[in-house]
T-cell receptor
Framework: NAGVTQTPKFQVLKTGQSMTLQCAQDMNHNSMYWYRQDPGMGLRLIYYSASEGTTDKGEVPNGYNVSRLNKREFSLRLESAAPSQTSVYFC????????????FGEGSRLTVL | GENVEQHPSTLSVQEGDSAVIKCTYSDSASNYFPWYKQELGKRPQLIIDIRSNVGEKKDQRIAVTLNKTAKHFSLHITETQPEDSAVYFCAARFTGGGADGLTFGKGTHLIIQP
């Protein structure tokens, strides 16, 4: 009964380093999303994937890439981290493309120095 | 794209009183409006949602109203309790241009005073 699992939960990077946030869901959902949460800014959509093999940009995609590896997994990559990417990142999944509830992971807190 | 405005950013009410949080949206094509609750250090969780063909929906102490003409929707919490203290986010579905997702408001920090 894991739901949506994200790793790592915490990460500190130096400017220019790269890293990948991993996300997996075990609910057989078609749609998956990556959001970032910053104080006073709410949740902003970075990328989403309507189904396996498809990805689309959200509101704030610059500096990020994604891969929908299979139906279960959706990863977010920072190729060259910047301090502006310091944030809490949430992965979410939904059984259908935003006509139902989003199920969120626990979040990944990323700090870029 | 869709723009969602949420007010107030902070709301403090006495335990037992009611709380109201309001949101407006810009895209008249939006048809789905959920509300999420996020406790400190936790993930957001859906508490109630409403679709555009309904004007009001209730679930025990919480209710949501939708005015499509004015493009605004509100969350009402009655008989507030300490466990209602959290950040609440409204959201609206956006579509078009190949995109489909939820746009969130910036959140309301609800504080329940004992």
């Amino acid at each position: 009964n894991a739901g949506v699992t994200q790793t790592p939960k915490f990460q500190v990077l130096k400017t220019g380093q790269s890293m990948t946030l991993q996300c997996a869901q075990d609910m057989n959902h078609n749609s998956m999303y990556w959001y970032r949460q910053d104080p006073g800014m709410g949740l902003r959509l970075i990328y989403y994937s309507a189904s396996e093999g498809t990805t689309d940009k959200g509101e704030v995609p610059n500096g990020y890439n994604v891969s929908r590896l299979n139906k279960r997994e959706f990863s977010l990559r920072l190729e060259s981290a910047a301090p502006s990417q310091t944030s809490v990142y949430f992965c979410a999944s939904s059984p259908r493309l935003v006509s139902g509830e989003l199920f969120f992971g626990e979040g990944s807190r990323l700090t870029v120095l | 794209g869709e723009n969602v405005e949420q007010h107030p950013s902070t709301l403090s009410v006495q335990e037992g009183d009611s709380a109201v949080i309001k949101c407006t949206y810009s895209d008249s094509a939006s048809n789905y409006f959920p509300w999420y609750k996020q406790e400190l250090g936790k993930r957001p969780q859906l508490i109630i949602d409403i679709r555009s063909n309904v004007g009001e929906k209730k679930d025990q102490r919480i209710a949501v109203t939708l005015n499509k003409t004015a493009k605004h929707f509100s969350l009402h919490i009655t008989e507030t309790q300490p466990e209602d203290s959290a950040v609440y986010f409204c959201a609206a579905r956006f579509t078009g241009g190949g995109a489909d997702g939820l746009t969130f408001g910036k959140g309301t920090h609800l504080i329940i005073q004992p």
